[in-house]
């Protein structure tokens, strides 16, 4: 079955980076894409970036343009999202999610998968 392992969470002070992995198995298609998520403190969970193996396109939402980044190690089917210049309102909980389609709809209910969750939290 499909399965989506994280890490790469933690502590860091404003203005620091972390590397976010999604490593996935338990499926042969080369049609998915794999989104990361976030939910902030009293907020609904939002999508951060969509990385589709199909076509090898990146999306990122505005709000993380700039700072964030997408990318895809195929020899290990993992998915990074690369956070640069990060700021207190960063802080949540982040998760990476699987779909048998294109970046299309980041939607968290149009997503089949989901890994567990790295908490990330900015602070001096």
């Known amino acids: 079955q499909v399965q989506l392992v994280e890490s790469g969470g933690g502590l860091v002070q404003p203005g620091g980076s972390l590397r976010l992995s999604c490593a996935a198995s338990?499926?042969?298609?080369?049609?998915?894409?794999i989104g990361w998520f976030r939910q902030l403190p009293g907020r609904e969970r939002e999508a951060v970036s969509c990385f589709s193996r199909t076509d090898w396109r990146k999306v990122l939402v505005d709000s993380v343009k700039g700072r964030f980044a997408t990318s895809k190690d195929d020899s290990k089917n993992t998915v990074y999202l690369h956070m640069t210049n990060l700021k207190p309102e960063d802080t949540g909980i982040y998760s990476c999610?699987?779909?048998?389609?294109?970046?299309?709809?980041?939607?968290?209910?149009?997503?089949?998968?989901w890994g567990q969750g790295t908490q990330v939290t900015v602070s001096s």
């Open positions: 999610a699987l779909a048998f389609r294109e970046c299309t709809v980041l939607r968290p209910d149009f997503y089949d998968y």
């Open positions: 338990g499926f042969t298609s080369d049609w998915y894409n």
